[in-house]
């Protein structure tokens, strides 16, 4: 079992910000994810089983724009196994997160 003992700093500490944005709403969708989500027949309760309990979380370097990018792997709230790309972002409020894309 994936657990928060078996990750190094940096994912925990990218996976405490990513749901730190998911419960106060500091979450951006770029357009491509939410097509993807509406392609698969996904919706938002399947990006938070994977965010509560992620089999797997893996950093993937920094995007275009110099932001951390993780992917998080876990199963959807109907038992199909997913991944979703999401980088880590600031605003004069604080962190956000960026959701890339989901697959």
Known sequence: MYT???MDAKARRALAIIRE????????PLQHFVD??????LFWPD?????DAPTGVRG???DEF???KWVLSGTAADGVALEFVCVLDTDDRG???VFITIY
């Open 95 to 97: 962190h956000v997160t």
């Open 47 to 51: 990006v938070l089983a994977i965010a």
């Open 36 to 41: 993807r989500m509406s392609e698969r027949g």
């Open 66 to 68: 110099d932001r951390p």
């Open 21 to 28: 944005c998911v419960a106060a709403d500091r979450c951006i």
């Open 60 to 62: 993937q370097g920094l």
């Open 4 to 6: 928060a003992d078996s």
